[in-house]
């Protein structure tokens, strides 16, 4: 499998440390709001290419922590603790925040079909690890004390800038507009390993270490979970385009001077989801979750279907019309396969494997996943009966993860269904759900069998102005939007 590295800015063949054996990391939420869709594309996709390697053959290690300290409103060390802000604004404590967000996060994982993690550990279980591995850099020199926090030296390394190689001022953080500077700090992007001077005298959690009461830095959280549970050897780290700098850049200056070895080969980062005002945000105008997607009417998968038809290092721009566009395509592809009767004769092989090569292929190129969608119109147009192409179909799915098998057999079933409720089916061709469409199809089937044909014209006429086509088949109607 071919994978773009942002840290060798290649695309690359994916190799791993034990052969066949995949140890992956992804970083995980800030527990201290909701997540938002943008959030969740990032996951979405970490959870395809987690699939795909297994269905690539790779046994995969999956491991993610929870953020429930440390994470302050700027990724530089300045600023509030998120959690904390989260636990003012909702007038709870931060252990109460932490526990309601994470399985907010969970239960959006499951509406999008994203698989929780082999290991999920919240950074505030680890504080011993963390605290190992601050007094080894600090005796090996990599670290030191100053005014009351321990930083991490960024000049002691040959190279710090992992994934970019802009110049110093341009990514100098801690010197934004309105942010006071870090005067402690020996080299301007020093990150700090554990707080003691908190500048916020109500921080909430707070643990003893050899340097005082205090608590770890962000950064410190994924290096310490990671070699816990992944081990010395991380084959793929994972996360958000803007977890590259400064966190994955600190992730792997301190891992690799705490283990004295190279540390993690293969980084892959996920380009963001905006708005069409720009960057998606948690605190300006709309918030857009899960369940906003679901008031207005939203299947969850198809936001994910919605993902999967663009590249996922290119930016994605959401928008309502965006999204309907991907919700139509969504519910056609599943009328399609609604159709297909997968009892209708034996799984060819031959067609089986050829069609699966071809969904390899899509997804060994650096995991074209709009590609792979594309193959899923290819099995639907294949000279094959229907259950080859419903196991086939299947067999992407553990991919793609859209429920695409059992939405077919829902819908199939309703199809079936409906005549029996009053002798009249109607069947939506590109899956909607529509009660007043179907109540007008219903009125004009009426007004055909008193005679009123005049009647049953207008209100043919009626739904084509609505951009809707009616044609009848035996025993109902079925409607599509033209
Ligand atoms: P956070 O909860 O802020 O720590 O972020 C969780 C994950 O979402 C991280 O991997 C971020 O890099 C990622 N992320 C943040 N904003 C976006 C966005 N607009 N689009 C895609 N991923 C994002
Ligand atoms: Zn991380």
């Known amino acids: 499998m071919y994978l773009y590295n942002s840290a060798t800015h290649k695309k690359e063949e994916f190799k791993t440390h034990t052969p066949g054996h995949v140890e992956m990391y992804t970083c995980g939420p800030t527990v201290y709001h909701f997540a ?9 996709m970490e959870d395809v290419l987690e699939k795909y390697l297994r269905y690539a053959g790779y046994d995969v290690n999956r491991v993610m922590n929870i953020t429930d300290v440390g994470h302050l409103t700027s990724d530089a060390d300045e600023g509030e603790d998120k959690m904390l802000k989260g636990a003012k604004r909702e007038h709870k404590t931060v252990m109460e925040i ?35 591995i601050i ?17 991490f030296d960024t000049s002691k390394l040959q190279r710090y800038y992992i994934f970019n190689d802009h110049n110093e001022e341009d990514l100098a953080v801690g010197v934004r507009e309105g942010v006071e500077e870090d005067t402690n700090k020996r080299n301007r992007n020093d990150f700090v390993l554990w707080f003691t001077k908190s500048k916020f005298e109500d921080q909430a959690l707070k643990w003893d270490s050899p ?34 700098f400064p966190h994955h850049t600190n992730e792997i200056a301190q891992s690799e001077s705490y283990l004295g070895h190279s540390w ?7 380009a963001h989801l905006n708005t069409e005002g720009g960057k998606m945000s948690k605190s300006k105008g709309e918030f857009l979750t899960v369940s906003l997607l679901e008031e207005k009417g939203y299947d969850p998968l198809a936001y994910r279907f919605f993902c999967l038809q663009s590249h996922y290092r290119k930016g994605l721009v959401f928008s309502w019309e965006n999204l309907d566009n991907a919700t139509v395509a969504f ?49 639907l147009k294949a000279k094959a009966n229907g259950a080859t192409k419903c196991a086939v179909l299947e067999s992407f799915d553990t991919v793609l993860g859209l429920k695409l098998p059992e939405k077919a057999a829902e819908l199939r079933k309703k199809q079936a269904a409906a005549p029996a409720a009053d002798g ?43 951009g809707i086509e009616v044609t009848d088949v035996p025993g109902g109607a079925k409607w599509k939007r033209i």
């Open 135 to 151: 007094t080894k850099l600090l005796d090996t020199g990599y670290a030191y004390l100053a005014g009351g926090n321990v930083y």
């Open 264 to 270: 993690c080969p293969h980084w892959c980062h996920v």
């Open 36 to 44: 938002h869709i943008g959030n969740l594309r990032s996951y979405i």
């Open 211 to 244: 340097w005082g009461v205090g608590y770890p830095g962000w950064h410190i959280e994924c290096s310490g979970i990671s070699m816990k549970y992944n081990g010395e050897y991380l084959d793929l780290h994972c996360g958000g385009v803007d977890n590259a």
């Open 98 to 132: 932490a526990r309601f967000y994470t399985d907010a996060f969970f239960e959006d994982c499951r509406k999008l079909n994203i698989k929780r993690p082999d290991v999920v550990e919240p950074a505030t279980n680890l504080i011993e690890d963390y605290i190992r």
């Open 424 to 466: 009249f089916a109607i069947i939506s061709e590109c899956g909607e759900e529509n009660a007043d469409i179907e109540a007008l199809i219903r009125a004009r089937a009426d007004a055909k069998k008193a005679k009123n044909f005049a009647e049953a014209d207008r209100i043919r006429d009626e739904l084509k102005a609505r």
């Open 331 to 379: 519910n056609k592809l599943l009328s399609k396969i609604a159709a297909l009767d997968p009892r209708d004769g034996a799984v060819d092989e031959a067609v089986f494997a050829e069609l699966k090569e071809k969904f390899m292929k899509a997804m060994d190129n650096d995991l074209n996943t709009s590609m792979a969608v594309t193959v899923l119109y290819d099995v």
